[in-house]
């Protein structure tokens, strides 16, 4: 019985994956599919859900599938060293005729792999494009060169762009994710799931109204999608955080003896060091980077963190936010994060200074640093 092998964290399991899976069982004629989570002990942080909730939710969103469909948990029985060159030979023994589907942005990264050339022999590999990378048949032709191209089918199917941490951020916000197949929301709410910050969440909506609370959320979707974009490399937790608190303090004005400069109070940028202060006293935040990237994401100033300017470039682009020019600004972020940076602080600056209503001395910091002497 031909059988498609689909391996994956599937935290959560999403529809493109299922479409994907089976858009290649009619290709390619499988009966069977088999999917298998992967099982990574030292790796339980990022709001990992356990292998058991996985496999559950797997179940769930695949169990439409036409065809057999079984659930191997072969990497939590082995436990370690999951490489596909030891895992493939195991289930080739148990089901036969198998083949491999992975992803073409996947195979991009092939000569990483450990023994490439064992996985690419233990089995045929079947490969799917996926919108926004290098087509299969363009990858299959390269990385055949070198692993031979027999062992290879690049398939028609398209897999859209899901993101998994965009998955996720929803989840956290409270929100149902579309990309979800039937009944997998529903696991996750009845099993208090992706739950870890709700109540800051809820909070949050008690103290803002509700335009700005679709704001704070917008920011955190914006940050959380740059970071992974452009491969920023900053803690998601902290990406999380800072984004969803930076406007705490924006509808709470009153100081509590809490300590903010003074030439702050009584204009607008008082909400960014009261907003620092009061995440810390109101939400816990001990975190001194999630602390500054509050504490700076009005004015910015001069060398700032990666995270700093994360949260200052999605506050000012977050898809609430559509007057002029913040589409263009958008566009010139998303094809390169340091430009859309500057673009903003520069916008900024200058939209400030044709006001005349006074510039803080952060913010002339900042285009100093940034634009007059343009450094990173
Ligand atoms: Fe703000
Ligand atoms: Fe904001």
């Given at each position: 019985m031909k059988t498609i092998v689909f391996g994956g964290a599937f935290a959560p399991p999403h529809r493109e994956h299922v479409k994907m899976c089976e858009s290649a069982m009619k290709e390619l004629g499988a009966e069977r599919l088999v999917l298998v989570p992967t099982y990574l002990p030292a790796h339980k942080t990022e709001h990992y859900l356990s292998f058991e909730d996985r496999c559950a939710l797997v179940k769930i969103a695949f169990k439409d599938v036409c065809g057999e469909v079984v659930?191997?948990?072969?990497?939590?029985?082995?436990?370690?060293?999951?490489?596909?060159?030891?895992?493939?030979?195991?289930?080739?023994?148990?089901?036969?005729?198998?083949?491999?589907?992975?992803?073409?942005?996947?195979?991009?990264?092939?000569?990483?792999?450990?023994?490439?050339?064992r996985v690419a022999t233990a089995c045929k590999i079947a490969v799917c494009s996926r919108e926004g990378y290098a087509g299969a048949d363009e990858?299959?032709?390269?990385?055949?060169?070198?692993y031979g191209v027999e062992n290879f089918i690049p398939l028609e199917h398209v897999g859209g762009d899901v993101s998994s941490s965009m998955i996720k951020t929803k989840l956290l916000l409270g929100e149902d994710a579309d990309e979800l197949p039937d009944g997998v929301n529903e696991y996750i709410?009845?099993?208090?799931?992706?739950?870890?910050?709700?109540?800051?969440?809820?909070?949050?909506?008690?103290?803002?109204?509700?335009?700005?609370?679709?704001?704070?959320?917008?920011?955190v979707k914006r940050a959380v999608e740059f970071n992974s974009k452009h491969i920023l490399l900053q803690d998601y937790d902290k990406v999380f955080l800072a984004a969803l608190l930076h406007d705490n303090a924006?509808?709470?004005?009153?100081?509590?003896?809490?300590?903010?400069?003074?030439?702050?109070v009584g204009t607008p940028v008082l909400h960014q060091f009261l907003g620092a202060e009061k995440a810390r006293r109101d939400f816990g935040i001990e975190d001194e980077e999630i602390l500054n990237a509050i504490r700076?994401?009005?004015?910015?100033?001069?060398?700032?963190?990666?995270?700093?300017?994360?949260?200052?470039?999605?506050?000012?682009?977050?898809?609430?936010?559509?007057?002029?020019?913040?589409?263009?600004?958008?566009?010139?972020?998303?094809?390169?994060?340091?430009?859309?940076?500057?673009?903003?602080?520069?916008?900024?600056?200058?939209?400030?200074?044709?006001?005349?209503?006074?510039?803080?001395?952060?913010?002339?910091?900042a285009y100093r640093y940034y634009i007059l002497e343009d450094r990173d």
């Open positions: 659930v191997d948990d072969v990497e939590r029985r082995r436990g370690e060293d999951n490489y596909s060159y030891l895992v493939l030979p195991i289930l080739k023994e148990k089901y036969g005729d198998i083949v491999y589907l992975i992803g073409s942005d996947s195979l991009e990264y092939f000569d990483k792999w450990k023994e490439p050339q990858v299959v032709k390269l990385v055949g060169t070198k709410k009845t099993h208090g799931l992706f739950d870890d910050y709700i109540e800051f969440v809820e909070r949050l909506k008690s103290y803002q109204t509700d335009e700005l609370f679709f704001h704070s959320k917008s920011v924006k509808q709470r004005k009153s100081l509590d003896g809490l300590n903010v400069p003074e030439d702050a700076y994401h009005t004015t910015a100033k001069a060398n700032m963190t990666m995270l700093e300017k994360l949260i200052y470039t999605a506050d000012s682009l977050s898809d609430d936010r559509t007057y002029e020019p913040i589409p263009e600004l958008r566009k010139i972020a998303i094809a390169d994060f340091e430009k859309g940076f500057k673009a903003i602080l520069k916008y900024t600056y200058d939209k400030i200074a044709e006001r005349g209503t006074g510039m803080y001395p952060l913010t002339e910091d």
